[in-house]
């Protein structure tokens, strides 16, 4: 898997500094500054102490079988041009090295919700989707109205959303990423949007934790 965070810290320096610092006991293997510069701290083949205790599909050890991207952003405004191009050319070439398909990109808060929320929802996923680095439901306009009655959980597990957390915690992450203009109860386009990335982008594809 990929898992992108943000750095939430006043400079990508500071950032690529604490992430080499022992004392700090977190790592990832990039870092990326709002100017497009890209910093490889570990190597992709290394284990990166970024992601910490949560899920994805199957996978309990996300850190294990992850690559961390940490973008250089307070999580308050949007990320800068250079940063998501520089992001989108390193993507192109980790997804070709490690045969990784779009629906393993995910953000720290989709295998950690509740406990994290980068890149949260500022961070342009659709514009990766376009690129097939990342995954995005179909049109939304015609969602609302294709959903089936069964569980929401069951399709929000179905696309990655399995960590041991209230229903309602993984409906937020979901959302963020999502469906960020809806509120309150899951409503029928959550359920539909759900359904669409399940049905075509099961996180799993039969290859179980791998």
């Not at 015609?142 to 399995?162: C, F, K, Q, V």
Request: one cysteine or more.
């Amino acid at each position: 898997m990929v898992v992108i965070h943000y750095t939430a810290m006043k400079s990508a320096e500071a950032a690529r500094d604490w992430l080499c610092n022992p004392e700090a006991q977190v790592s990832a293997h990039y870092v990326i500054a709002e100017d497009g510069r890209i910093w490889q701290l570990v190597d992709e083949a290394a284990r990166a102490w970024h992601a910490g205790a949560g899920q994805w599909g199957s996978c309990t050890d996300v850190n294990s079988r992850s690559i961390g991207i940490e973008l250089s952003n307070l999580g308050t405004h949007p990320f800068a041009e250079p940063q998501m191009a520089a992001l989108e050319s390193l993507l192109k070439g980790i997804l070709a090295r490690w045969t990784i398909p779009p629906e393993r990109v995910i953000g720290h808060s989709d295998m950690a919700p509740g406990r994290k929320i980068d890149p949260g929802p500022r961070f342009d996923w659709q514009r990766l989707a376009r690129q097939g680095l990342a995954v995005w439901p179909d049109a939304l306009h015609s969602l609302a109205h294709s959903a089936t009655d069964s569980p929401l959980e069951a399709a929000l597990a179905a696309i990655g959303y399995t960590c041991d957390v209230p229903l309602d915690t993984r409906l937020s992450a979901f959302r963020s990423r999502f469906n960020r203009a809806a509120t309150g109860p899951a409503t029928q386009a959550d359920l539909a949007i759900a359904q669409s990335l399940a049905a075509r982008f099961p996180v799993d594809r039969g290859q179980g934790s791998a």
